[in-house]
């Protein structure tokens, strides 16, 4: 397996996240809120289009980052679950933000050290992000764990809903493992520590308690996905393909 | 963006002559009015008028645009429109935060919106049909917003000259790239040139109509202009904005809707068609093809959010509570 494969499942995971929360640009509960949410939305999507870019001189067969992003059908997107998970409402949105940037923050400050020197820019650029991220999306977390009867129970159903996602951030694809023998990207299943912790201290403030799954889902890294994802890429890719080798 | 077609504004006042002959004078001198400074109500009350229904019209405005985020048909393209549509959001919030320093909540502008009670710029009670509908609303929309808030900067009230130095340099970015993706389209495919036109032939007239009515037909200019929070009238500011744009539309290869449209040397400026005023009010008075469902939106994500907001109170009081409790 290739090091590209690897920054292909990175970059879906950056897209499709930043796109389900662009989906909230307008219709947000409060003003402070529709700007935040596009904020966290084009960090991701940057972030997305620097691997896709890089993903695609690695690979080496003239794809752009647009043809990465709009030409490849649910069976080839790379992303885990969790960032195609629906936005329902404001407390699944911010938890499952706050799940990924949990993860991401320590992802990237590893990749500081990675060998490949794109792999550090990037890395150098979203580390502060994601910090930003925690912060956003925690403080969330803790005002709606700790508020009304309502948002404690939409909350404790978000976290429910999301946890069985969790466990698929932690493995490593044979493209990731490749990508990790090579010092490009950092090892997964060694982050785990580090995400609990800041994941437990939300929660404590929270009110929260993190239950164990009973079962994880997982199948995003190969191409096996909830059907939440079709409908999503069939939006986002619908103009791109109405126009084949049209430019934008 | 917003256009300067002030909805209803009442500019009638009870003060004293001596009153307003000083309150004139500091305006006829450029003085800058700031909040705490004595105002005519008339002033006051026009102002919170015009500052709330563009800040509104900021509101609504996320929503034509929004409604393509989703479906961008390149990633920069995609980065680029939302970040756009965030910016519309933050002239928002500065806005309401100008007509705040008057007197009014945002909250209390908020109902006034979604009762239907303030107007917002009947621009946006058009819908967006296709991508090249993003190009022409940053072209032609934010372009015809850009030609009567430079002159805002001027107005008289502090606060609101202040936001509006900050929303023009935004909105001469949005227009830029308004601009730069009709120029994509118009050099494109035969289809992506067909949906430029077809977008220009949709919004040239309505975004003609953003500069309100003839200055014959408009009630509440003269008020205005001598407390100057308008500086120019609406005809000449649409005068303005045709002669800049036509020569654009020209470079683009595109035809612009008006079969009278022609150069007047004697007036240095172009001739137009006539304005289908009968349209212009009917979406004035709420029914625009998209009014019922853009209020809907607001309405949704409002109501959607009340758990949101009331959770965010509960918590910061229940801190605040804990913070004396260990005092």
């Known amino acids: 397996m290739a090091v590209w494969e690897a920054l292909l499942e990175l970059a879906d995971d950056h897209l499709v996240l930043g796109h389900r929360i662009s989906e909230w640009c307008g219709h947000a509960p409060m003003l402070e809120e529709d700007l935040a949410m ?57 938890l499952r933000q706050f799940y990924f940037a949990a993860f991401m923050r320590p992802y990237w400050l590893a990749a500081l050290n990675s060998t490949d020197e794109t792999v550090r820019g990037v890395a150098g650029k979203a580390e502060k992000e994601m910090a930003y991220h925690i912060r956003h999306a925690g403080e969330w977390v803790i005002r709606l764990g700790d508020g009304t009867e309502e948002s404690a129970a939409r909350m404790r159903d978000a976290v429910e809903a999301l946890h069985i996602y969790v466990d698929e951030l932690f493995d490593s694809s044979d493209a990731a493992r490749d990508a990790e023998a090579a010092g490009v990207l950092p090892v997964r299943a060694d982050l785990r520590a580090t995400w609990e912790r800041t994941v437990s201290e939300v929660f404590a403030e929270a009110l929260l308690e993190q239950p164990k799954a009973a079962y994880a889902q997982r199948g995003g890294r190969q191409g096996i996905h909830n059907e939440t994802l079709g409908h999503l890429l069939a939006e986002m890719q619908v103009v791109h393909r109405a126009h084949p080798g049209a430019r934008w | 963006m917003y256009s300067q077609g002030l909805i209803g504004a009442d500019g009638r006042t009870e003060e004293t002559p ?63 429109l939302l970040a756009k549509v965030q910016d519309e959001g933050g002239h928002g919030l500065y806005l309401y935060s100008a007509a705040e320093t008057l007197g009014v909540s945002r909250e209390e502008m908020t109902e006034e919106l979604l009762s239907g009670k303030a107007k917002y710029s009947s621009i946006f009670n058009y819908p967006t049909l296709s991508w090249a509908d993003m190009g022409t609303i940053g072209w032609l929309v934010d372009g015809a917003a850009i030609m009567n808030q430079i002159p805002l900067c001027r107005c008289s009230f502090g606060p609101y000259a202040r936001a509006m130095i900050r929303v023009c340099k935004e909105e001469s970015f949005h227009q830029r790239q308004g601009y730069e993706i009709v120029m994509t389209l118009a050099q494109g495919t035969p289809e992506q040139k067909a949906m430029a036109q077809d977008s220009l032939n949709r919004w040239w007239w309505p975004s003609l109509m953003m500069f309100g009515p003839h200055d014959a037909d408009s009630q509440h200019s003269d008020q205005s202009m001598a407390w100057k929070i308008k500086r120019f009238t609406n005809d000449e500011l649409r005068q303005k904005f045709i002669d800049a744009t036509v020569p654009q539309a020209e470079y683009l290869g595109l035809t612009i809707p008006d079969p009278d449209l022609k150069w007047n040397e004697d007036k240095g400026g172009y001739d137009h068609g006539p304005i289908d005023w009968d349209e212009f009010w009917r979406v004035v008075k709420g029914h625009g093809p998209m009014a019922k469902d853009r209020i809907k939106a607001r309405k949704k994500a409002w109501d959607d959010g009340a758990w949101v907001r009331e959770a965010a109170l509960a918590h910061a009081e229940k801190r605040r509570a804990r913070k004396i409790a260990a005092e």
């Open chain 1, 38 to 94: 596009p904020n966290m939305g084009l960090d991701l999507i940057g972030t997305a289009r620097t691997l896709y870019d890089h993903a695609g001189k690695l690979e080496g067969k003239g794809r752009s980052e647009d043809d990465l992003a709009y030409l490849r059908d649910e069976r080839e997107y790379r992303n885990c679950l969790l960032v195609e998970r629906p936005n329902e409402d404001f407390a699944h949105t911010m």
């Open chain 2, 18 to 80: 001596e009153f307003l002959a000083r309150f004139q004078k500091r305006i006829d001198a450029e003085e800058k009015i700031e909040p705490k400074d004595e105002m005519p109500e008339g002033y006051r009350r026009t102002l919170i008028r015009q500052i709330g229904q563009h800040a509104h019209s900021e509101i609504v405005g996320m929503l034509p645009e929004g409604n393509w985020i989703t479906r961008a048909p390149s990633l920069r393209r995609k980065a680029a």
